[in-house]
């Protein structure tokens, strides 16, 4: 007995150190993950990146690997559904803000809001104006869409930016979203042109696709840290198990849901089965 109990030690030992060593080289891997969809809506084709969850994070120097890998795939725009940043004190926005404009300078890009922008542009006395910097910092640049939309005629695509409030962050339990909440918040749903919407947390799938969204861009579950094939993302940041919206591609009746796992973690930097996500999209009129 006491050496099959030795056994699993070091057997779980093995797997422990496996485990980290593999997180490790998982973190500095850029993975593409590529989605075709279609739509009547669309006046002509329309490729884009979606970047989600870089959370300060670097490939190279100025992050100038993962803007080679940007312009690789040759995008006609980048589309960033949240937490550029880590919204904690003693932090900086400098590395998104770097990325932001670099990319600004090359594409059109629209960004939205995740929680960690959120959290900073509302307790300032906690940090200070991270927010105003990252904000300020770039938009010249880029386009901020905080419960705003932009058209875009040659296509024939509306990019709305969900701001959704601190209550929808919460951990262990996902509170019920009214209706009316994103129709008071954003503008008026266009219907006749393919609608996008930035909406940094996948958790509300469901009601973006209420509200009317053709496709909703998302992030947040950061892949659930560990992809277990067969089983899914193991557990989400608000602290929920095998989150039913973890990455991939997503349908609700005539809504689509594309989610990210990110290219950044902000605080327990680990992955398995679930390499740092570049998205690609296209987006191909029937």
């Known amino acids: ?9 070091i057997l779980i030992c093995i797997f422990v150190i496996f485990v980290f060593v593999e997180s490790y080289r998982e973190n500095r891997i850029i993975s593409v993950s590529r989605y075709v969809l279609e739509s009547e809506k669309l006046t002509q084709d329309i490729t ?24 690789a795939l040759k995008p006609d725009m980048i589309l960033v ?3 550029s940043i880590i919204g904690k004190e003693g932090y900086t926005c400098d590395i998104a803000i770097k990325l932001l404009n670099k990319l600004g300078e090359k594409y059109r890009v629209y960004v939205g809001k995740g929680n960690h922008e959120l959290r900073c542009a509302m307790y300032t006395e906690q940090y200070g104006d991270m927010w105003e910097q990252l904000y300020n910092g ?11 939309a932009v058209y875009l005629d040659e296509n024939n695509i509306t990019i709305y930016g969900f701001d959704m409030e601190r209550q929808y962050y919460r951990r262990f339990k996902k509170l019920p979203m009214e ?7 954003l503008p008026k749903l266009n219907r006749s042109s393919y609608s ?5 947390n996948p958790d509300y799938f469901e009601e973006y696709s209420i509200w009317g969204a053709d496709l909703s861009l998302s992030g947040h579950i950061h892949g659930g840290m560990i992809i277990f094939p067969g089983l899914g993302g193991f557990v989400s940041p608000m602290i929920r198990f095998f989150p039913k919206y973890y990455k991939g591609i997503y349908k609700n009746g005539n809504s689509r849901m594309i989610v990210s796992a990110g290219l950044g973690i902000h605080t327990f930097k680990f992955r398995v089965n679930n390499k740092p996500d570049l998205v690609y999209i296209t987006l191909n009129r029937v």
Request: glycine share 4%; aromatic share 8%; net charge negative.
């Open 1 to 9: 007995m006491k050496y099959v109990l030795i056994f699993f030690v």
């Open 48 to 71: 884009a990146v979606m970047i989600a969850d870089l959370h300060n994070s670097e490939y190279g120097k100025d992050n100038q690997e993962l803007i080679e890998k940007i312009d």
């Open 81 to 83: 559904a949240g937490d």
């Open 138 to 148: 770039t938009k010249d640049k880029v386009k901020w869409l905080i419960n705003d």
């Open 179 to 185: 209706d009316s909440c994103m129709r008071d918040a």
């Open 196 to 200: 996008i919407l930035l909406a940094h």
